[in-house]
């Protein structure tokens, strides 16, 4: 009995020795397993953060909110100047356009009275601000984000009230003469003088005739008549319209507009002086000019058999400042 206990105290010791044993190297591994956690959650840590570095930058349209491009700063040339030039070209094409996309630029379309008097809505002048779009993406080069597109709006500017005044008096006039047994280019000049007629123009508008006539086409029902190409008489789909371009610009000389874009027949002509043209081409040449004036002003266009006639009128209140009085 007292052997038995005695060996039974040596297995309890023994148990204990191996257990005390077991214990350290438990709290070895237990250490080990505490620093290769510390190590994996820091090698996990400089992995987000690195991916956190790693940013783009997204363009957005205002319009719209949606993303038009993102761009990588990774992806560019580190050069700064070679950077930079290749950004005013990615702006400028974004703005003007290239041969298979449409740029946000955009002409104002100038807002006109329908048969009724109501105002017919055109469209505002919109302008990709090029220089301010690459300062933005530069500043963005160091934390990336979304850029808004820097676009300038221009709506048309006059009031309302002053829309049903604008008949009121002729301060400018002037008139040519055509043929009109020659149906195509006498049609030619009808479509194209109804497209102009009462075009209301704001203080600083921009007038584009392309803009407000629109193609000359079949579709259009534009005809075809005899027009100039390369100093040569030839047929083509809206010949005529340069006679209502032209008459335009002998009316609206008179009170002093500003001119930016104007081109003269490559030969000369004989509905207008010499001099005193305006050639233009759907898609080419156009003629442009701005309203100076602190005042708005209507063009009244119409055909009677065969005489074309534009008219500039406002109130009576403008006609003063337009005749520069």
Known sequence: MGKFRWKGLFTVVLMLIVLG???????????????????????????????????????????????????????????????KAELKSWARELARGTESSEGYDQRMVLDKLDENGQIKKGKP????????????????????GPVELPLKVTESQYSLEEVSQLDEVVIASYTTYFDS?????????????AAINNVIFGVGDIFSYNEIVGPRDEASGYQKAMEIVNKELVEGIGGGVCQTSSTLFNAVDQI??????????????GYVPVGRDATVSYGGLDFRFQNPHDVPFLIKAFVDGGSLTVEVRTSEKNAKKLKGE
């Open 256 to 269: 002093g507009v500003e001119y930016i874009e104007w081109h003269h027949h490559s030969i000369s002509i």
């Open 21 to 83: 044993g077991c214990s350290k190297e438990t709290e070895t591994v237990v250490k080990k397993m505490k620093t290769h956690r510390v190590a994996a959650a820091e090698e996990l840590n400089n992995r987000l953060i690195e991916k956190e570095m790693q940013f783009v930058i997204d363009i957005i349209d205002p319009s719209t909110k949606e993303i038009i491009c993102t761009i990588d700063p990774k992806e560019m040339d580190g050069n700064d100047e070679s950077f």
């Open 181 to 193: 047994g020659v149906i195509g280019r006498a049609k030619n000049i009808e479509l194209s003088a």
């Open 125 to 144: 002048m919109i302008i990709l601000e090029e220089e301010e779009l690459v300062n933005r993406v530069i500043e963005a080069m160091d934390r990336g």
